[in-house]
Every structure is written in structure tokens, then in C-alpha cells.
């Protein structure tokens, strides 16, 4: 059964930083894209960044860009997401999730192109 658990959420400052760890079991996605995506109360759920499987390429979105990094540990089957220079408005449930192409060529931050989702980790910045 395939599982995806994400970890390292918490309240934290504006200013402040966090990293978040997504690790996969069930099977190995060392050939596949991962992403975060994030969903805030009352909003839809959005891209933040992604991955490709061989960490060669990764893909941010413009209000995280410069903040967050995106790195990834195939041998250990986890994604990490570390975020710095943390803003209120980045507070959301913060998901991992796997692209449901194998070796695709490219991240791609439409959230329909991902098949294995996390149950989300919490993340609260205060001002």
C-alpha cells in the first residue's frame, strides 16, 4: 500500500523557517516527479514546488520563489521542502504528492497530474 507521510509542520514566526520532510512507502518514486502543493482555509489547493525525479530540475512557484527549496533523497524515498523568510500568508496545509508519469521530462504544477497524495502537514506563521 502505498503511503505518503509528511512531517515538520508547526507554528512558527514571520521570519521564520521550517523544513518539511514527505517520506513514501509501499513503493519506490525514484523515477517519478514529486511536488508540495498547500491549501489554505477558504482558498483552492496550489502549487508551490516541485521536483524531478532525479533532482535535476526543480520548479517554484513566483510567491515562494528565493524562500523555499525543494530537494529530494531517492535512496531514502523522501522530499524535503525547506522554507525560509516565512510570511503569514504562507499558513496552509502543506501536501507532498507524486506525479503520475513515470520519468516525465518536466514538473508540472497542475495538481490533476499528480496521483499519490500525503494527508498534509500544518504550517502557521503569525505575525
Known amino acids: 500500500q502505498v503511503q505518503l507521510v509528511e512531517s515538520g509542520g508547526g507554528l512558527v514566526q514571520a521570519g521564520g523557517s521550517l523544513r518539511l520532510s514527505c517520506a513514501a512507502s509501499g513503493r519506490t518514486f525514484s523515477r517519478y516527479a514529486m511536488g508540495w502543493f498547500r491549501q489554505a482555509p477558504g482558498k483552492e489547493r496550489e502549487f508551490v514546488a516541485g521536483?524531478?525525479?532525479?533532482?535535476?530540475?526543480?520548479y517554484y512557484a513566483d510567491s515562494v520563489k528565493g524562500r523555499f527549496t525543494i530537494s529530494r533523497d531517492n535512496a531514502g524515498n523522501t522530499v524535503y521542502l525547506q522554507m525560509s523568510s516565512l510570511k503569514p500568508e504562507d499558513t496552509a496545509v502543506y501536501y507532498c504528492a507524486v506525479d503520475k508519469n513515470y520519468a516525465r521530462a518536466y514538473v508540472t504544477s497542475f495538481a490533476d497530474q499528480y496521483n499519490f497524495w500525503g494527508q498534509g502537514t500544518q504550517v502557521t506563521v503569525s505575525s
Open positions: 521536483i524531478l525525479w532525479s533532482g535535476a530540475n526543480t
